[in-house]
């Protein structure tokens, strides 16, 4: 079911040929929890009196982790489009993210609906990048792949176009970490090493489940995307369904315990 919305002149967009909201959000991935946020975001001695929230510009401690892992995954997506490095996941998920290609037919048939244009073919071999998600080394699932905002949709081109290769160095949370530490200054670097790893691990478990995930801000969304084709929804209204019915069973258990 495509997505649409309306443009500043009455006209209809459309924002994505399949149903968003049979995607996940950081919400799900972090759902609103006021005392473990707290728990997680330990303040460092010294720190200026106040709410974490204002001083971050945040509604509430839940959205403040959250945006602590969306910062810590848009650097790492920078990092990749900009040629530097793939990524392996904290923790025993054994994911990874690399700067791979698009498939030959896939490329032959966004070229004649009159797409990947911004691409210097010559320069690039006719092979347009694209970031996926590999569930382990040895796993045979169908990588995912990461749609990114404009900005960062830009800057990939960039580097294809200037003819750099992409590299696979591997890099890890200890290669990004230093900087999201810059950006928070008043929360203990423990706590936010600890809130990257339990949100990476919950976005590797619920995409091993099958799961789409969107990250969005502002600049737009990065999104792990099930590349599906045309039974995308068919699908993805299965996995949907597999969830509420897990949450379902999940309320009843409590009730009874």
């Not at 890099?171 to 990476?200: G, V």
Request: charged share 30%; aromatic share 10%; net charge positive.
């Amino acid at each position: 079911m495509a997505t649409h919305t309306y443009g500043s002149n009455g006209e209809l967009v459309q924002v994505s040929a399949f149903d968003q909201t049979l995607m996940l959000t950081l919400t799900d991935i972090f759902p609103n929890n006021p005392t473990r946020a707290k728990e997680l975001l330990q303040l460092k001695k010294g720190s200026p009196p106040g709410k974490l929230q204002k001083q971050y510009n945040v509604k509430d401690n839940s959205s403040l982790v959250r945006k602590i892992f969306r910062l810590y995954m848009k650097s790492v997506v920078w990092e990749m489009v900009s040629g530097n490095c793939s990524y392996s996941f904290p923790g025993r998920s054994q994911a990874t993210m690399y700067v791979g290609s698009m498939k030959d037919e896939v490329v032959r048939d966004k070229r004649s609906r009159g797409l990947l244009n911004e691409f210097d073919m010559l320069t690039t071999k006719y092979k347009i990048p694209c970031i996926k998600y590999k569930f382990s080394e040895y796993s045979k699932r169908q990588e995912l792949i990461l749609y990114v905002n404009k900005p960062y949709y830009r800057k990939l081109i960039e580097t294809a176009n200037s003819g750099k290769r992409f590299s696979k160095y591997p890099k890890d949370i200890n290669d990004f970490l230093p900087s999201i530490y810059e950006q928070f200054p008043y929360i203990k670097e423990a706590s936010i090493d600890k809130i990257i790893r339990i949100c990476s691990s919950s976005v590797s478990n619920n995409l091993r489940r099958g799961e789409e995930v969107r990250i969005i801000d502002k600049e737009g969304e990065i999104r792990f995307y099930r590349p599906l084709g045309k039974i995308h929804d068919k699908v993805m209204y299965g996995v949907k369904k597999r969830r509420l019915t897990r949450i379902k069973n999940k309320d009843v258990k409590s009730r009874i315990s």
